[in-house]
């Protein structure tokens, strides 16, 4: 009998409240970045009506025991990053020239630097740098579209990015920036082979009709995007089904940095180890770890050894070397390979000690605002969706 399921995964905008806190996050991590490649970056943001809220620890080691605003002009680099959202309009409440700004920012414990420092310390077991804290990361790719990511979050994503562009680009002027996206996916036999139905809820302006955007929307966005062979005549097109989103962005719903994991990785499709990635410098395995295992998973599907590949490992704080290492491929390994040989070859041909994967992966440099939206992973041109290590593990396998 021929297995048949539906699959829904959801993408986000970048003036949903919660990728404004995301892109203010990494926009302070950038920076601090920037100014020092050595930095410790923990940015947490909060966003409600006119209000943005930072907290976390920052230490710049470069700088000392210098305020952090005496080194970055963190008010500048909050409105720049609301201003490159879209929140400039006049009827804005959330405005960029206009948010109250509270900085609960301090500098990193001390506690938790000594474990993650490459230095000895009283009570830690080793002189090398440990993980920034104890967790579960998994990494997962397919073979279902060109970037190796499963095929709804592939399309939610492809959706929210082209409402940007246009909204941007000035061709539909009633659209703001809070939005949404959603696709579902029918598989037969573990096949993608259509689409159900999708969902945009995009903002808008008070004085454009439903009847528009839901036109203009499904012409030039929706038919433009998506494989025209996906779409049927049973497609079911779910355009601001409320019928009316006008009060949208902070104004309408508070955010937080951090709370949209399942778009950033995999649209729920792939298991998520629960630590969200914004704000965070790469001494965080919540981050590094997550990139890490995209890469490893990425390189053994495009190696040709599975469809399907995640890949779990995990830490304790301070400590070095993973717990824990375990490939999957959900019966979709080829040539003969067991799992087990190919998780030994990945422990070969990869280091997953949180130093080793900075260095891998080249990762202390300003380069996480590109991050932000839109997923981290599938996306050309971050180092962790390079498959430079598919001779490698054709060799250890060999």
């Known amino acids: 009998m021929a297995k048949s399921f539906v699959f829904s995964s959801e993408s986000v905008g970048e003036g949903h409240p919660d990728k404004v806190a995301d892109l203010i996050s990494d926009s302070v991590l950038d920076a601090c970045l920037a100014v020092d490649r050595t930095s410790r970056v923990a940015c947490e943001t909060m966003v409600k009506s006119n209000m943005v809220i930072l907290a976390g620890e920052i230490t ?31 009827d804005d409440v959330f405005h960029a020239d206009r948010i109250f700004l509270n900085n609960y920012l301090t500098t990193q414990s001390p506690d938790i630097a000594q474990g993650v420092d490459a230095r000895k310390a009283k009570g830690k077991k080793t002189a090398e740098q440990g993980a920034g804290d104890q967790g579960i990361m998994f990494g997962y790719a397919c073979t279902e579209t060109p970037e190796l990511m499963p ?75 998506l494989p025209a062979k996906m779409l049927t005549k049973n497609t079911e097109f779910l355009i601001n089904p409320t019928g009316r989103f006008v009060v949208g962005g902070p104004q309408g719903d508070s955010g937080l940095t951090g709370r949209k994991i399942i778009v950033d990785t995999y649209g729920g499709w792939g298991r998520h180890g629960g630590g969200a990635f914004s704000g ?104 962790w969706e390079r498959t430079n290590k598919v001779a490698a593990l054709k060799a250890a396998l060999a």
């Open 60 to 90: 710049i080691p470069k700088h000392g025991t210098k305020p952090i605003d005496h080194v970055i002009h963190v008010g500048q680099i909050v409105r720049d990053a609301i201003r490159d959202i879209g929140y400039t309009n006049d």
């Open 151 to 225: 095929t709804p979050i592939m399309f939610a994503h492809r959706l929210g990015r082209e409402l940007t562009r246009i909204r941007k680009s000035g061709k539909l002027p009633w659209l703001r920036p809070d939005a949404k996206s959603q696709v579902s996916v029918r598989y037969e036999n573990d096949k993608p082979v259509e689409v159900v139905n999708v969902v945009i809820s995009t903002q808008h302006s008070a004085d454009v009709a439903h009847a528009t955007i839901e036109k203009q929307l499904i012409e030039n966005v929706i038919r433009k995007v």
């Open 280 to 383: 965070k410098d790469p001494s965080k395995v919540d981050r590094s770890a997550a990139y890490m295992g995209r890469w490893v998973a990425k390189n053994i599907v495009a190696a040709g050894l599975a469809t399907h590949a995640e890949i779990q490992f995990a830490y304790a704080i301070g400590h070095p070397k993973p717990v824990s290492v375990r490939v999957e491929t959900f019966g979709t390994s080829l040539l003969g390979i067991s799992d087990e040989q190919i998780t030994e070859a990945v422990n070969q041909v990869f280091s997953f000690k949180p130093a080793d994967i900075v260095t891998q992966l080249d990762l202390l440099r300003p380069i996480y605002r590109q991050t932000t939206n839109y997923g981290h992973f599938g996306k050309a041109g971050m180092p």
